[in-house]
């Protein structure tokens, strides 16, 4: 239903809003941009993901694109 795709759009914007406050605060935390670039590819934001994702494996993360 319409309700439950604008629902989980809505979360998907505010947790790339939230990720992105928390990345101002503690910018070396890797499961914040690895948390993020799953945000921004849902939300078609493929560059930043890429971005976000690489710079969480720079930082540690063990993630795959």
Do not use: M
Not at 2 to 16: D, K, L, M, R
Not at 42 to 63: M, S, T, W
Request: proline share 2%; charged share 30%.
């Amino acid at each position: 239903s319409q309700g439950v795709f604008s629902s989980a759009w809505i979360s998907t914007a505010e947790s790339e809003k939230d990720f992105s406050e928390a990345l101002k605060r503690k910018p070396h935390y890797a499961a914040a941009y690895a948390t993020r670039a799953l945000a921004r590819k849902r939300l078609k934001n493929f560059a930043g993901a890429k971005a976000d994702a690489q710079r969480a494996r720079e930082l540690g993360a063990a993630i795959s694109e």
